[in-house]
C-alpha cells in the first residue's frame, strides 16, 4: 500500500514537472512574439526617419506626401497594443480562462490578416497553435458556446484592432 502511494506521488510531480516545462517554454514563446510586435515601430520610424533624410524633408512631409507609407507606419503603431492584448490573454490563460484567450487569439489573427501583415500573421498563429497544444484547448468546442454577450465581452480590445485593421485595409486597398 505504501509503495504503491509513493509511485503515485512520483508519477505526479513527474507530470507536474513536465507541466512546468511546458509552460515555461510556452512562456518563452510568448516572450519571443512580444519582441518582435514591439521593436516593429522603431524599425518603422527608422526606416520613415532615413527616407526623410534622403529626400531632404521632415518626418511629418514624407507621411503627408507618401500616404502609403503612413498606412505601413500606422500598422507598425497597432503592433504595443497587439503585445498589451496578448499580455492580457496569457495572464488570463494562467487563471483558467481559455474561453477568453481563444476569442482574443482569433480576433488577433484576423486583424493580422486583414493588415497584410503575414509574418505577424504566422507568428501570431504559431503562439496560437503552441497555446492550443500546450493548454489542450478544443478551440471549436470553445467558440461554440460563445453568445454575442461573451464575445463582446471578451474581445473589446481585440475588436478595436480588428477595426482600426480594417480601416487600414481600406486605405491599402485604396492606395492601390
Known sequence: MVLQDNQKLLLCNQIKHILEKKLKRLDRYYMIAKVFLMVTPFIAYLYLSLLAMMRSITLPEVLSSEPSVAVIFLIAMINPYIVYL???????LKEGDIKFACINFVLLLLAQALTLNSLYFMIIAYLFYVTVKTYDIKVFKTLKEFTMKYTFQYGG?????VAFSTVCLFATLRLM
Do not use: H, P
Not at 496578448?86 to 488570463?92: G, H, P, Y
Not at 480590445?157 to 484592432?161: N, T
Open 86 to 92: 496578448l499580455n492580457i490573454a496569457q495572464r488570463k
Open 157 to 161: 480590445g481585440s475588436f478595436i484592432v
